[in-house]
């Protein structure tokens, strides 16, 4: 079984991407991270090529997921202080000889859900490691074949050397490393320009077009689309 499992939180104000703010207020970034996660929930509920979960924080909000999003059926609590812990603690119970498991972002309303198959078909291929990285120096996908918790230790997570010092431990490690198609996650007050250009450049056609991202962030800061 392929299994694609979305880490996420829910969208509190002053709770999430509270890096944005300003330009946005406390509420519109909630809004627009809200309307990014279900962008990429539902892109991936409408791929066939693997099974979809969700790893929530906080731990309390089930129901709140639950109730926003039945059809995902495999939810859990994150577990872990840190996303370091969290990441080491999902691999560790998720990993299985049966399938592949694959982790991404719930900020990266443009990453491909052609290049979430891609990281499936890598580790069926061999692959010990397949990260798609994102162009502020962290990673939006991370693949495991099997639980691996140093590749977590010495690394600090939301930084602009998270990817690179990875696949520095990953090579030292001996892993076999697939590196993906670069993605963007969206951080911080640059990325939201950079965000208007990358949807810009999107079909709306497309079936993973992220519709809500782009009406919210329009809705949001016009300005970005003038």
């Known amino acids: 079984m392929r299994r694609t499992t979305l880490f996420c939180k829910r969208p509190d104000p002053g709770g999430v991407k509270t890096r944005l703010v300003p330009p946005l207020s406390e509420l519109g970034a909630a809004e627009l991270y809200a ?3 279900e962008d990429t929930l539902e892109a991936c509920l409408g791929e066939r090529g693997f099974e979809t979960a969700l790893r929530f924080s906080p731990a309390e909000a089930d129901e709140w997921f639950a109730g926003k999003f039945p059809r995902v059926v495999d939810r859990a609590p994150q577990r872990g202080a840190d996303l370091a812990q969290r990441l080491t603690a999902h691999f560790a119970d998720c990993c299985s000889a049966l399938g592949t498991e694959v982790v991404i972002a719930s900020d990266a309303p443009c990453l491909a859900m052609a290049t979430v198959v891609s990281a499936h078909e890598a580790l069926e291929g061999g692959a010990d490691l397949v990260l798609s990285p994102d162009a502020g120096g962290g990673y939006t996908l991370i693949g495991l074949a099997s ?3 140093a590749l977590f230790c010495g690394v600090v997570m939301s930084s602009d050397q998270m ?3 990875t696949l ?3 090579r030292d490690m001996g892993l076999d490393v697939q590196v993906l198609a670069k993605s963007r996650d969206v ?3 640059q990325d939201l320009e950079l965000l208007a250009h990358g949807l810009a450049g999107l079909a709306p056609s497309l079936a993973d ?7 919210c962030l329009r809705r949001l800061l ?3 689309f003038s």
């Open 35 to 37: 309307a990014m996660l």
């Open 147 to 149: 639980p691996q918790p």
């Open 163 to 165: 990817a690179a010092r």
């Open 168 to 170: 520095a431990i990953a």
């Open 187 to 189: 951080d911080l007050p």
């Open 209 to 215: 077009f992220p519709t809500r991202t782009a009406a």
């Open 222 to 224: 016009p300005e970005l």
